[in-house]
């Protein structure tokens, strides 16, 4: 009988909760609709952010050099490089590592098939805190690969929102140019 109550409870605060969520403004993130139709992601044999930028944009990556009646992409991301660093950030008194900070950081431009720059050469950089402690190397080891694995995926996401708030040159904005507000005039002497 309990239960049942428990159940009818949940039932009826499910609503009630949907409605505050929906009445503040918050939106589930969906997927990004892309100003371009087709895309092109070098390196094409990559298991990092390409790769999994690739994994993720599916049906619309294209190879950069098509073979035989196969179409060019419209646009090209290039990942220009990917690295990653671990730095000691903290020690104890004796001078035993106590923290390291890890880093990721990823440069990327845009760019049409046909070599126009579309973004500039830019960075995206995830930063991450790990504490150390030797007497559970392997632990923290397993931890510092699920925190690299986690920036990866923040800077995949950070990636495509780049892309979907890209225009393509000759699309209209989406957004109306804000208005310019008047220069003031000049204070008599």
Do not use: H, W
Not at 134 to 143: D, F, G, H, W, Y
């Amino acid at each position: 009988m309990a239960l049942q109550r428990r159940s009818l409870l949940a039932m009826l605060a499910l609503p009630v909760a949907l409605a505050t969520l929906a009445g503040c403004g918050f939106k589930l993130r969906t997927s990004q609709p892309l100003p371009f139709s087709t895309i092109a992601v070098t390196p094409e044999k990559s298991g990092g952010v390409a790769g999994d930028l690739a994994r993720y944009l599916g049906d619309i990556v294209r190879p950069v050099a098509p073979g035989a009646g196969g179409e060019l992409p419209e646009v090209i991301l290039d990942i220009l490089q990917e690295g990653r660093e671990k730095l000691v950030v903290g020690v104890n008194a004796s001078g035993q590592v106590r923290e390291f900070e890890l880093r990721m950081r990823v440069n990327f431009k845009l760019r049409t098939a046909k070599g126009v720059e579309l973004i500039a050469p830019s960075v995206i950089e995830q930063r991450r805190s790990i504490s150390f402690n030797e007497s559970a190397v392997l632990a923290k080891e397993a931890e510092e690969v699920l925190l690299y694995r986690d920036m990866q995926a923040d800077i995949v996401q950070q990636l495509l929102r780049r892309l979907g708030a890209f225009k393509m040159p000759g699309q209209a904005s989406a957004l109306p140019a804000a208005p310019v507000p008047p220069l003031p005039s000049p204070a008599p002497e």
